[in-house]
């Protein structure tokens, strides 16, 4: 099993930024992939970005490519992301998951993909105010 708990998410104006965290703890974090999802109200939950196991890849939904920046601390088994530029439309929770790694790289497809994260945080708040 794999806890995962989110932090940082907030009311913040559009133009601004939020750094979130997601704090694991019950397995090797460094043998986990790690993504951030979110679910806007009444919208299906969509795939933010992701991180190989040890973090020389990443990988971003189109509609945050160049304002938010993913990235892992593994000594402190901490995934974070950087939201910049936020807008309205950033308005969502925000999900932390964590699927095991492989030998093989990681592709894109695998990285999107929500079904294959095992383990899930519970969630934090982001509010964009226009």
């Known amino acids: 099993q794999v806890q995962l708990v989110e932090s940082g998410g907030g009311l913040v104006q559009a133009g601004g930024s939020l750094r979130l965290s997601c704090a694991a703890s019950?397995?090797?974090?460094?043998?986990?992939?790690m993504g951030w999802f979110r679910q806007a109200p009444g919208k299906e939950r969509e795939f933010v970005a992701a991180?190989?196991?040890?973090?020389?890849?990443?990988y971003y939904a189109d509609s945050v490519k160049g304002r938010f920046a993913i990235s892992r601390d593994n000594a402190k088994n901490t995934v974070y992301l950087q939201m910049n530029s936020l807008t309205p439309e950033d308005t969502a929770v925000y999900y932390c998951?964590?699927?095991?790694?492989?030998?093989?790289?990681?592709?894109?497809?695998?990285?999107?993909?929500?079904?294959?994260?095992?383990?899930w945080g519970q969630g934090t708040q982001v509010t964009v105010s226009s």
């Open positions: 991180i190989s196991a040890s973090g020389g890849s990443t």
């Open positions: 019950g397995r090797t974090f460094s043998n986990y992939v």
């Open positions: 998951a964590a699927r095991p790694s492989s030998l093989a790289r990681l592709t894109t497809t695998q990285a999107r993909g929500a079904a294959g994260y095992y383990y």
